[in-house]
């Protein structure tokens, strides 16, 4: 049972340059989401999907994008990285309201 | 929106010793769910407890308790026989309740270090 996988685990990117990070679970959860982590900030949330074909946007949206097409799948799209975006990014799904979520093992991504 | 407050970016603890992680939260709502969650420097994050705000007696797993306040809206994690391996970062975390809530909001995390 392999959970939540994200790949890379790490990635360094040039400003300007465009990238995807994928995210993917076995569990057949609904709801899925995408944080990501600075130092001294803990956890944030970026956007959330509740269903395949639904999305909706968490506390710092800004610059990415995200689609679910599929149960399994949640990717999160940079369409022009900045420095700003250096983080570590964490996606996580749930079964549904008020279960504990889990973890993928996080992406290390570096913008240059 | 609901904040969730750790006062205490870092702490130690010698080993075998007890230790007690602060947490506060602000919100106005009446049903909602307190977790404390584990990063160790592999950067995992792992569930180590969980608590329902409508239930009055507080959480406990192994060595982890919690205290929680309602009223003070506190949420303190108690690690008991402190182990090298609870060496790592711990964020408090909210959920509201309800058909729909999935967000967790988090704190910014207490850096624990047990010192052999």
């Known amino acids: 049972n392999a959970g939540v996988t994200q790949t890379p685990k790490f990635q360094v990117l040039k400003t300007g340059q465009s990238m995807t990070l994928q995210c993917a679970q076995d569990?057949?959860?609904?709801?899925m989401s995408w944080y990501r982590q600075d130092p001294g900030m803990g956890l944030r949330l970026i956007h959330y999907?509740?269903?395949?074909?639904?999305?909706d946007q968490g506390e710092v949206p800004n610059g990415y994008n995200v689609s679910r097409s599929t149960t399994e799948d949640f990717p999160l799209r940079l369409l022009s990285a900045a420095p700003s975006q250096t983080s570590v990014y964490f996606c996580?799904?749930?079964?549904?309201?008020?279960?504990?979520?889990?973890f993928g093992d996080g992406t290390r991504l570096s913008i240059l | 929106a609901q904040t969730v407050t750790q006062s205490q970016p870092e702490m130690s603890v010698q080993e075998a010793e007890t230790v007690t992680l602060s947490c506060t939260y602000d919100?106005?709502?009446?049903?909602?769910?307190l977790f404390w969650y584990k990063q160790p420097p592999s950067r995992q994050m792992i569930l180590v407890i969980r608590?329902?705000?409508?239930?009055?007696q507080n959480a406990t797993e192994n060595r982890f308790s919690v205290n929680f306040q309602k009223a003070a809206k506190s949420f303190s994690l108690k690690i008991s026989d402190s182990q090298l391996g609870d060496t790592a970062m711990y964020f408090c975390?909210?959920?509201?309740?309800?058909?729909?809530?999935?967000?967790?909001?988090f704190g910014k995390g207490t850096k624990l270090s047990v010192i052999p």
């Open positions: 996580a799904s749930t079964r549904g309201a008020n279960q504990p979520q889990h």
């Open positions: 569990m057949n959860h609904e709801y």
């Open positions: 999907s509740v269903g395949a074909g639904i999305t």
């Open positions: 919100t106005s709502e009446n049903n909602y769910y």
């Open positions: 608590q329902e705000a409508y239930k009055q």
């Open positions: 975390a909210f959920q509201t309740s309800g058909a729909g809530s999935y967000q967790l909001t």
